[in-house]
């Protein structure tokens, strides 16, 4: 990420005399007075020279105030990023959503739009980045979860809502429907998805459709892990469940660098194999309050409905399609 300042605040130490100052007055010197021998030092009468003890005193108060200046910057840039760029986040998402539901309602859906590269229809469509066109529901998060994804995954983009890989599949498609969000500040759409287990259920909403996605991973394993003891082993069970491949050589969870793009591939870790089903694969940044690594969660496509209106998918709080 490019480096970016933080609203405007110069912290520099400045320091200029001030133009039409007073001017310097001299004084006649003050007489010669003999000091007796014995007498406290040369200097000013009466006053012994500063010593090491002085010095000390003065360079650790100067640390002491340094320490302090730069503990209330951080402070305020943690508060920016994790307080006030969620508000911000939150009203962008709330503008998208907005927008998204007008559409829909119109009868517009953002993913039947102009096919600019003329390609067979339900390939791939062109979509403004920035552009809401489904919903990303994970009950998993709180009944209450409810995020319009976007199109894109620059920066301005993941400031409105999870982004879509452009490059990657849309929903229900075979392939991969690849997401990117950000885990603390801006939204934070992925703050929890560390607490995502083998079987879960992740779901997108299209104009048309409802998608219902599940957790990869072994869910055998995960179950018998749920019943040892709080601790490191249980833990340690239940990142094994996660982590468990596949017939395909995709887990349901992985942590990987920052360059390793093939985890969105259409067969995820699997560049030019030719996909078979549709999956879901969820990308945010690890650890939390980080940017080391990233963690990766992956999905198959359970079922899908068709849209009837207001009613929801069994997976969600009071549906029943």
């Known amino acids: 990420m490019t480096e970016q300042t933080r609203g405007g605040w110069d ?23 003999q000091l007796p021998a014995g007498s406290v030092g040369a200097g000013s009468p009466g006053r012994r020279p500063p010593g090491g003890g002085d010095t000390l005193r003065t360079v650790l108060r100067g ?57 067979p229809s339900g390939r791939q469509v062109v979509l403004p980045a920035g552009e809401g066109f489904a919903n990303l529901y994970i009950p998993d998060f709180g009944k209450d979860f409810a995020r319009t994804i976007v199109q894109g995954t620059k920066d301005s983009d993941l400031e409105l809502g999870p982004g879509h890989y452009s490059k990657s599949q849309l929903p229900g498609q075979v392939g991969n429907f690849a997401l990117a969000g950000h885990r603390v500040g801006k939204g934070e759409p992925f703050l929890n998805l560390d607490q995502l287990h083998p079987g879960d259920f992740i779901v997108v909403q299209t104009a048309t459709n409802w998608y219902v996605y599940k957790v990869l991973g072994d869910q055998r394993a995960y179950a018998a892990a749920t019943k040892l003891p709080a601790g490191d082993g249980r833990n340690n069970a239940i990142d094994a469940a996660l982590n468990v491949v596949d017939s395909q050589g995709v887990p349901g969870r992985e942590i990987v660098s ?17 996909p078979t089903r549709a999956l879901l694969t969820l990308t945010t940044c690890h650890p939390k309050y980080a940017a080391d690594q990233r963690m990766i969660v992956h999905a198959v496509l359970s079922r899908a409905v068709p849209d009837k209106g207001s009613a929801l998918p069994k997976e969600l709080a009071g549906g029943t399609l």
Do not use: C
């Open 11 to 33: 912290f520099s130490a400045r320091g200029a005399a001030a133009p039409g100052g007073l001017a310097a007055v001299q004084s006649p010197p003050p007489p010669t007075i």
């Open 63 to 119: 640390i002491g105030q340094t320490m302090v200046s730069v503990g209330l910057v951080l402070l305020l840039f943690v508060v920016y990023e994790i307080w006030v760029s969620n508000l911000f986040a939150a009203h962008k998402q709330d503008q998208v959503s907005s927008k998204l539901a007008t559409a829909w309602k119109k009868g517009l859906d953002p993913l039947k739009g102009e096919d600019k590269l003329n390609l």
């Open 258 to 274: 920052p360059s390793a793009i093939q985890v969105i591939d259409p067969v995820p870790n699997h560049p030019g194999t030719t």
